[in-house]
């Protein structure tokens, strides 16, 4: 079973509009948690990181937010472009290791419409 | 825009050849990883590096091997291709512990006929 559990799986929504994206984890001990964009055909690209007493954190139009004790995450879009149509993964790493390893959820496929 | 870099971007192969997936990275950052990711997965650890002469196999088994002679060269062999492994191949690197950022490349989209 995954440790990274994102929902929903695919979104289709109109330009301009808002969105919300899931992200529920099981890893731990919990070190951080990140949520990358990735493109068809690309590399994933890091959008936020979040530490254990990060509640919410901004990068232009998105907005991740953290409840630790819940092991929830979502990701807000606002005022959608053509441009934000991508898979959005939700990452979350533990403390465990010193590595950095990372746990990868599925991703939220998002299209952006006209 | 990360300087990590990944040849060829995209590969098609007869099954049995040997082939190479090249990854490099300008940042200086000692570890390396590869990743392999199928259309609507996530994405699995297959091999890591801690720095040069240092290699490890990840969380997926894969009849895949690496090498790390160089800080910025991570290069990623298949003996003889088979079509189970047809997918996607994400190389990524980072300057420290899971704290810090891993920078991925375009990724390598290999098919094997």
């Known amino acids: 079973k995954n440790q990274v559990e994102q929902s929903p799986q695919s979104l289709i929504i109109l330009e301009g509009k808002n969105c919300t994206l899931q992200?529920?984890?099981?890893?731990?001990?919990?070190?951080?948690l990140r949520w990358y964009k990735q493109d068809t055909g690309r590399g994933p690209v890091s959008l936020t990181i979040m530490t254990f007493s990060e509640n919410t954190k901004s990068n232009g139009r998105y907005t991740a937010t953290l409840d630790a004790d819940t092991k929830q995450s979502s990701l807000h879009i606002t005022a959608s472009q053509l441009s934000d149509s991508a898979s959005y993964i939700c990452v979350v790493s533990d403390r465990g290791s010193t590595l950095g390893r990372l746990y990868f959820g599925r991703g939220t496929q998002l299209t952006v419409w006209p | 825009e990360a300087d990590i870099y990944q040849t060829p971007r995209y590969l098609v192969i007869g099954t049995g050849k040997k082939i190479t997936l090249e990854c490099s990275q300008t940042?200086?950052?000692?570890?390396m990883y590869w990743y392999q990711q199928d259309p609507g997965m996530e994405l699995h650890l297959i091999h890591y590096s801690y720095g040069v002469n240092s290699t490890e196999k990840g969380d997926l088994s894969s009849e895949s091997t690496v090498s790390r002679i160089r800080t910025e060269h991570f290069p990623l062999t298949l003996e003889s291709a088979r079509p189970s492994h047809t997918s996607q191949y994400l190389c990524a690197s980072s300057n420290g512990n899971s704290a810090y950022e891993q920078y991925f490349g375009p990724g390598t989209r290999l098919t094997v006929t």
């Open positions: 992200c529920n984890y099981t890893v731990s001990p919990f070190s951080n």
């Open positions: 940042m200086g950052h000692d570890k």
